[in-house]
């Protein structure tokens, strides 16, 4: 069972535009919920992370959006760069384990 | 400050035989160290965790397995390799509610 929900799978936006990728769980547990950008052939690299109790986080152009109720969080990029295409992962930590979502591929057209 | 290897890079072994993938890390002591699989386009899935030396957690019944033999050192290992086993190998840490992950290893079984 996939405990974090990740969409869109991929996605292609204009230079300038907004990305936006969308992340759903269940486990009220998770007590903290990072976003990890991949460029091929790389490890993971943490982007931005936010604890529950926050509902926004914002770290130059890269934004995290945080419902609690709706158990959902999303991550915004923008003014989004050709420099940004790479794959995002939302994950979502407890205890010891991380559960990650599946990924979105990102494209930014110059 | 906190840094993660991980080796080889990359890796073309027959089906058959033995895999021997090590991970350090340095600048902490008694990390929590995890191996992750990533296949082409896919997303995370989490292979072993370790809180201690000795200590493994096995989170999907295969043809691998881990070892601990030192505080910052993880091991990932097969007798016998599959065809299956081909991905991308992902070591990380856990420091609080986040990861940082190695460069990984490509590995190609042929």
């Known amino acids: 069972q996939q405990q974090v929900k990740q969409s869109p799978q991929s996605l292609i936006v204009q230079k300038g535009g907004i990305s936006i990728i969308n992340c759903a769980y269940e486990n009220t547990a998770f007590d903290y919920f990072p976003w990890y950008q991949q460029f091929p052939g790389k490890g993971p690299a943490l982007l931005i992370a936010?604890?529950?109790?926050?509902s926004e986080k914002k770290e130059g152009r890269f934004t995290i959006s945080f419902n609690k109720s709706a158990k959902q969080f999303s991550l915004h990029i923008m003014d989004s760069q050709p420099g940004d295409s790479a794959t995002y992962f939302c994950?979502?930590?407890?205890?010891?384990?991380?559960?990650f979502g599946t990924g979105t591929s990102l494209t930014v057209i110059p | 400050s906190q840094t993660i290897h991980q080796w080889p890079a990359t890796l073309v072994q027959p089906v058959g035989s033995p895999l021997s993938l090590e991970c350090t890390v340095e600048?902490?002591?008694?990390?929590?160290l995890y191996w992750y699989r990533q296949a082409a386009g896919r997303g995370l899935q989490l292979l072993f965790y370790s809180v201690g030396i000795g200590q493994i957690s096995s989170e999907v019944p295969q043809n691998l397995s881990a070892s601990r033999p030192q505080d910052r050192q993880f091991i990932l290992s097969s007798k016998k390799l599959l065809l299956s086993d081909s991905g991308f190998y992902l070591c990380?840490?856990?420091?609080?509610?986040?990861?940082?992950f190695g460069s990984g290893t490509r590995l190609t079984v042929v």
């Open positions: 936010i604890r529950p109790d926050v």
């Open positions: 990380a840490w856990r420091h609080g509610g986040r990861h940082t």
């Open positions: 600048g902490t002591s008694n990390p929590n």
């Open positions: 994950a979502a930590h407890t205890g010891n384990q991380f559960y």
